[in-house]
């Protein structure tokens, strides 16, 4: 059975980190990209961050850029999210996925296997 399992989340003041990670396992982790989206109460999830199957090569939604990085750890089957500079907006539960193929990829549709979610509160 695919599993997905975020850690990591918290309550932080605006300007602090925090280092989200995502543990998978039933599923060859390294054939995959991974992603990481976000939904804040009463809005849609949106994509945050992906990485393809080796690792390198990135993409992030414009508003994080600079702030988070994503990488990963095939041999741990763990992908992480640094999450620097934070702000209230980023306030939201944080989902790790892994994508169908093993390129990064930025849509919802695109992605096969969702963990439960990790919630992420930057206080101002």
């Known amino acids: 059975q695919e599993t997905l399992v975020e850690a990591g989340g918290g309550l932080v003041q605006a300007g602090g980190s925090l280092r989200l990670s995502c543990t998978t396992s039933g599923f060859t982790f390294m054939a995959r990209a991974m992603g990481w989206f976000r939904q804040a109460r009463g809005k849609e999830r949106e994509f945050v961050a992906g990485?393809?199957?080796?690792?390198?090569?990135?993409n992030y939604v414009d508003s994080v850029k600079g702030r988070f990085t994503i990488s990963r750890d095939n041999p741990k089957n763990t992908v992480y999210l640094q999450l620097n500079s934070l702000k209230p907006e980023d306030t939201a539960v944080y989902y790790c996925a892994a994508a169908y193929g093993s390129v990064v990829v930025t849509t919802i549709s695109q992605y096969h296997y969702w963990g439960q979610g990790t919630q992420v509160t930057v206080s101002s």
């Open positions: 990485i393809n199957w080796a690792g390198d090569a990135t």
